[in-house]
């Protein structure tokens, strides 16, 4: 199993960031993906999830009607888009899937939110 996040950056409050996660190694479009982050101090938390076909989606209070969770089974690759940022937003985030009653992760990626 990999994965492999993108699309992290420097955005101003108020900007936009698209995350990708390239997956490999498993039957994608069978598993629920989800997206966490993690600030510094802080420990990892639930962003969002998304089930396997993309019917259902789940997200954390602080960012409903921001973030929108997606995926594309045909290219393996689960998206986080993210509107309105703000610099409570600022953490690394990573992709996650559930897999044999393993959790396997990406490397993750930053997303710093400053003016």
């Known amino acids: 199993v990999q994965l492999v996040e993108s699309g992290g950056g420097l955005v101003q409050p108020g900007g936009s960031l698209r995350l990708s996660c390239a997956a490999s190694?498993?039957?994608?479009?069978?598993?629920?993906m989800s997206w966490y982050r993690q600030a510094p101090g802080k420990e990892r938390e639930l962003v969002a999830t998304i089930s396997s076909v993309g019917g259902r989606t789940n997200y954390a209070d602080s960012v409903k009607g921001r973030f929108t969770i997606s995926r594309d089974n045909a290219k393996n690759t689960v998206f986080l888009q993210m509107n309105s940022l703000k610099p409570e937003d600022t953490a690394v985030y990573y992709c996650?899937?559930?897999?044999?009653?393993?959790?396997?992760w990406g490397q993750g990626t930053q997303v710093t939110v400053s003016s």
């Open positions: 190694g498993f039957t994608f479009s069978s598993y629920d």
């Open positions: 996650k899937v559930l897999r044999s009653f393993r959790n396997y």
